[in-house]
Nanobody
Framework: QVQLVESGGGLVQPGGSLRLSCAASGNFFSPNIMGWYRQAPGKQRELVATLTTGGSTNYLDSVKGRFTVSRDNAKNTVDMQMNSLKPEDTAVYYC???????????WGQGTQVTVSS
């Protein structure tokens, strides 16, 4: 099992910034993919940004240029800097871990991000 603990959500005005952090512990293997997904009310969970152990990234088109995912492989952490936030970014954000070439996904408990004036 892998445990993921998130922090950093909150309420921010449009155009503002937030930084999400996630720390992994437990039966953690490399190489792997870590990153962030989000789920807004009434919508399916969607990939926001992921980053492999080797440094390859994948971003949702609507966040490109605004969000930046980073990780510390030595500490098993993944962060996401979110700038120029928009109301449509409002969602619960989930940290995700998946071991490379394995299908099992591990999820954090989720952290609420609300963008509103």
């Amino acid at each position: 099992q892998v445990q993921l603990v998130e922090s950093g959500g909150g309420l921010v005005q449009p155009g503002g910034s937030l930084r999400l952090s996630c720390a992994a512990s437990g039966n953690f293997f490399s190489p792997n993919i870590m990153g962030w997904y989000r789920q807004a009310p009434g919508k399916q969970r969607e990939l926001v940004a992921t980053l492999t152990t080797g440094g390859s990234t994948n971003y949702l088109d609507s966040v490109k240029g605004r969000f930046t995912v980073s990780r510390d492989n030595a500490k098993n952490t993944v962060d996401m800097q979110m700038n120029s936030l928009k109301p449509e970014d409002t969602a619960v954000y989930y940290c995700n871990y998946r071991r490379w070439l394995y299908s099992t996904n591990y999820w954090g408990q989720g952290t609420q991000v609300t963008v509103s004036s």
